[in-house]
């Protein structure tokens, strides 16, 4: 893992389904991101104008990464995960509590193993930069466009309300 993420920015938000982690040459990918309130149509078209310079290879994968470890002060927690958010923007949601958190956003990868790659980094990559604590990855979900969406169709996820920003659970 000695290779820095480049270019690739999260957008979007929220309900994941757990994933394997199939293998797979990781690549990192280049490409312009949509903003998070976009509608679904735009969201689709830009989603497929940067799949296309690509080579049509592109994808978006939500993603949700789980942190935990020793208790930390709440006004800390809240400030480093506000500066994680602005580093990493358009970072969506982020969720928590003394001993634990959770992340929200949206990925562009080639494929599954690419964004997990990428998600599996981004905790220890703004550690020192967002002074996050020193916790450790406890969860990774990843989950592709369309069965985000068929979830959030079927009645999965969260309130649109609760998009957004760094909140307590």
């Known amino acids: ?41 735009a969201f689709g078209s830009a989603a497929s104008a940067s799949a296309e310079e690509d080579g049509g290879r592109t994808r978006l994968w939500h993603v949700v990464l789980s942190v935990a470890g020793r208790a930390t002060p709440l006004t800390e927690l809240k400030r480093g995960l506000e500066q994680l958010a602005h580093d990493h923007t358009p970072f969506l949601t ?28 981004l905790w220890g990559e703004h550690k020192a930069s967002a002074n996050l604590p020193p916790w450790e990855i406890v969860g990774l979900e990843v989950v592709d466009r369309p069965t985000y969406h068929k979830r959030i169709a079927e009645g999965y996820g969260e309130s649109p309300a609760f998009l957004g920003g760094v909140h307590p659970y």
Do not use: C, F, K, N
């Open 1 to 41: 893992m000695g290779r820095r993420r480049q270019g690739a920015r999260p957008v979007g938000s929220v309900d994941p389904v757990l994933t394997s982690i199939e293998g797979g040459a990781s690549r990192v990918v280049r490409a312009t991101r949509t903003p998070p309130d976009a509608p679904a149509s």
């Open 94 to 121: 982020a969720r928590y509590a003394a001993d634990h958190g959770e992340i929200r956003y949206w990925e562009q990868a080639e494929d599954l193993h690419d964004a997990a790659a990428m998600a599996l980094r």
